[in-house]
């Protein structure tokens, strides 16, 4: 199979040019029934590809393998023994791996800064979950990846795990040393599943630190749509090698996967995997460029820095593509300057928190989008250091390395068991029932069961103050916490 097909977008080619008269799903019947101002806004090609698979991409007992034909494909782009495209996002990609490799009862190892998918999942699914520490950067305030060390000492206090969860790179752009990890792991006979959502496009550019797969990952997940130009919700999921059951994770996918997936999305899927086999190392080298011509930009700026190599982890690789910005210089909360921004400029960063903000540049951001964003952060700096723009202060905001996760109770006995509300202020001592994760990057600061400390009430009301963005919490407000009912 060449890398230069893509059947799923083939298919849709051809149904487009010989469409079906269809009596069945979907209803708005290539958008003839769908709202006129929907159409109107999205166009009318948009639900002519919204199709499904079979009597539609393919024939009623998709005898043409359309669909598989792509994983196949993908598979060998990756270097992988098997791949299936997902279009729940990334989430529900891990969520199918961990199904894979553990039952309810059974211990799964997770870095500290994993997203919620992977704390949803044992939640839902039983999982005994136990965290291995991350390396926090103090000066930075930030998480890094795991150090072979700590991953060491929790195989050893956990010799029953039936697999390690890994964060790399992370949202910042900074991997861990996957090959040490991986043999750490294989040493013990479990998988290392990789939550690899802004690496997938590192096989194909060796400007790009390396793809987890080829250091020894067992599983990897990666999210097209984050960095390679698929539609949102499109991901991969893919593995390589015998220690992970490969009929066991394609049940997992087809327990999880809607059996009704967006043709557009995986047709994206097709054609980003497409792009990158045969260009994907010119795609990224460019990418990179206006990525360093952005930092050189920003670096000019007086009172903001931005993280580099020398500021990582020894064995860690940094995504030249990620630009972390430190602002915390300016005495300002890093959200405030989004907002202002996005408001002033138009311009919107892919995170923001008390001290920072990061900017992704990926496949399709131009030399313009940098030069618009370099403009409008020295704008911003320019008036505040005149006195003419007031912001939101964050210095007195607590730092993560003051956050602890012990937890006091089994997650699922503290998420469905009695409950209360508690002012966030009177919470200390109490065990948390919600999953407290600001967003992006999504990473937990509080799980079902686990213990709310002083610093934890400290760490929220500060953040909050200055512009954190919690997902869904019970009280849309953030003064209470959702805990359970303390005991007579």
């Given amino acids: 199979m060449e890398q230069d097909q893509t059947p799923i977008l083939e298919a849709l080619a051809t149904m487009e040019r010989r469409p079906v008269r269809g009596f069945g799903a979907p209803g708005h019947n290539l958008g003839r029934g769908a709202a006129r101002d929907v159409r109107k806004l999205l166009g009318t090609r948009v639900f002519k590809a ?3 698979t079979p009597k539609g991409l393919d024939d009623r007992t998709e005898g043409a393998h359309v669909v598989q034909r792509a994983h196949e494909i993908a598979a060998k782009a990756w270097n992988a023994d098997f791949c299936r495209f997902v279009t729940g996002g990334s989430t529900l990609s891990l969520h199918m791996a961990l199904a894979a490799v553990a039952r309810a009862g ?27 520490p991350v390396i926090v950067d103090d000066e930075w305030d930030v998480e890094h990846g795991v150090d072979p060390a700590a991953l060491a000492a929790a195989l050893d206090a956990n010799p029953d795990a039936k697999a390690f969860v890994l964060v790399s790179p992370t949202y910042y752009g900074v991997t861990s040393d996957i090959a040490a990890l991986a043999d750490l792991c294989h040493a013990r006979g479990i998988p290392l599943i990789c939550d690899a959502a802004w690496g997938g496009a590192f096989a194909f550019s060796a400007a790009l630190p390396h793809d987890a797969l080829a250091k020894g990952a067992d599983v990897a997940v990666y999210s097209l749509h984050k960095t390679m130009g698929a539609l949102t919700q499109g991901s991969a999921l893919l593995a390589r090698g015998e220690l992970v059951d490969r009929q066991r994770l394609w049940m997992a996918y087809e327990l999880y996967e809607t059996t009704s997936p967006s043709v557009p999305i995986i047709a994206s899927l097709d054609a980003a995997r497409r792009d990158h086999a045969i260009n994907g190392d010119t795609i990224w080298r460019a990418t990179i460029k206006r990525a360093e011509d952005l930092r050189r930009r920003v670096a000019v700026i007086d009172g903001v820095r931005v993280l580099g190599p020398s500021d990582i982890p020894t064995g860690a690789q940094l995504d030249p593509t990620k630009v972390l910005i430190d602002v915390s210089a300016l005495g300002v909360s890093g959200y405030a300057i989004d907002d202002w921004l996005n408001e002033h400029h138009r311009i919107c960063v892919g995170l923001s928190d008390a001290r920072h903000l990061l900017a992704v ?35 007195d905001v607590p730092r993560i390395a003051t956050l602890s996760s012990e937890m006091a109770q089994d997650p699922a006995g503290a998420f469905f068991g009695p409950v209360e509300q508690v002012a966030l202020r009177d919470a200390e001592g109490r065990v948390a029932a919600e999953t407290i994760a600001p967003a992006p990057p999504g990473v937990p600061r509080l799980v079902p069961g686990q213990r709310i400390t002083a610093e934890h009430i400290a760490w929220l009301a500060a953040n909050r103050a200055v512009g954190m963005f919690l997902l869904d919490p019970i009280d849309p407000t953030e003064r209470t916490i959702r805990c359970t009912v303390a005991a007579e």
């Fill in 50 to 52: 919204d199709v499904i």
């Fill in 361 to 395: 540049v990926s496949v399709g951001t131009t030399s313009s989008d940098i030069r618009a964003l370099a403009k409008g952060l020295a704008d911003c700096v320019n008036r505040l250091r005149a006195g003419t723009l007031e912001l939101a202060s964050a210095v």
């Fill in 106 to 132: 059974d211990t799964v190892l997770f870095a500290a800064n994993v997203h919620k998918a992977e704390r949803a999942h044992t939640l839902g699914a039983g999982l005994d979950a136990r965290i291995v």
